[in-house]
Nanobody, 127 residues
Framework: QVQLVESGGGLVQAGASLRLSCAASVRTFNNYAMGWFRQAPGKEREFVAVLNWSGVFTSYADSVKGRFTISRDNAKITVYLQMNSLKHEDTAVHYC????????????????????WGQGTQVTVSS
């Protein structure tokens, strides 16, 4: 069983930065690819970013490419999402998720492929 706890959300002005953290409680963190998703009111959950078990390979949604950076510290069992140049349209509940990969290079943009989810952290960007 994997438990994920996000933190770092908040209310900021457009153009500001935030860093989200997702702390995992699991003994074999490097068995999982980690993703960030978000859901705005009235919209479906959407992919934001993903990285493989080692952190070497990453992928981003076009809407955040060049502004957001996903990273992980396997020693601290934590994944991060650095969000720069925030826009009003980034306003959403942001979730981290873990996908069991057993150190394969598998990554997914599909929320249905992820086995574990955090409770989410609210990011609100005022325009």
């Amino acid at each position: 069983q994997v438990q994920l706890v996000e933190s770092g959300g908040g209310l900021v002005q457009a153009g500001a930065s935030l860093r989200l953290s997702c702390a995992a409680s699991v003994r074999t963190f490097n068995n999982y690819a980690m993703g960030w998703f978000r859901q705005a009111p009235g919209k479906e959950r959407e992919f934001v970013a993903v990285l493989n078990w080692s952190g070497v390979f990453t992928s981003y949604a076009d809407s955040v490419k060049g502004r957001f950076t996903i990273s992980r510290d396997n020693a601290k069992i934590t994944v991060y999402l650095q969000m720069n140049s925030l826009k009003h349209e980034d306003t959403a509940v942001h979730y981290c998720a873990a996908k069991t990969t057993f150190r394969s290079e598998s990554m997914s943009y599909n929320a249905n492929d992820y086995n574990y989810w955090g409770q989410g952290t609210q990011v609100t960007v005022s325009s």
